[in-house]
């Protein structure tokens, strides 16, 4: 059974830091392209970054560089989202998603380029 579980998100303060984890079952975890989503309340889940399974490319969009970062850890099957510089606008539901590939360089960045998620963690951004 595939299992991604991310890790609590939690309550920062506008200009404050946090970094989620995902930890999954997926093996073997460097043939499974990784990406985060979020969805905030009323708006449609949009997407936050993107690593390869060899974890030497990512991406993101504009909203996002300079103040998210991706990485992964394939020794231990966990994804991570290093988020700085937080404002109220990036308060959502952070989900990470999976997707098998044959190649260990490929880059998933769409949502149904992904077939598994996890149940999604709160970030709320307030002071």
């Known amino acids: 059974q595939v299992q991604l579980v991310e890790s609590a998100g939690g309550l920062v303060q506008p200009g404050g830091s946090l970094k989620l984890s995902c930890a999954t079952s997926?093996?073997?975890?460097?043939?499974?392209?990784m990406g985060w989503f979020r969805q905030a309340p009323g708006k449609e889940r949009e997407f936050v970054a993107a690593?390869?399974?060899?974890?030497?490319?990512?991406h993101y969009p504009d909203s996002i560089k300079g103040r998210f970062t991706i990485s992964r850890e394939n020794a231990k099957n966990t994804l991570y989202l290093q988020m700085n510089s937080l404002n109220p606008e990036d308060t959502a539901v952070y989900y990470c998603?999976?997707?098998?590939?044959?190649?260990?360089?490929?880059?998933?960045?769409?949502?149904?380029?992904?077939?598994?998620w996890g149940q999604g963690t709160q970030v709320t951004v307030s002071s």
């Open positions: 998603a999976a997707k098998f590939t044959s190649s260990t360089r490929v880059l998933v960045t769409t949502q149904r380029g992904f077939n598994y």
């Open positions: 690593i390869t399974g060899s974890g030497d490319v990512t």
């Open positions: 997926l093996r073997p975890f460097s043939h499974y392209a």
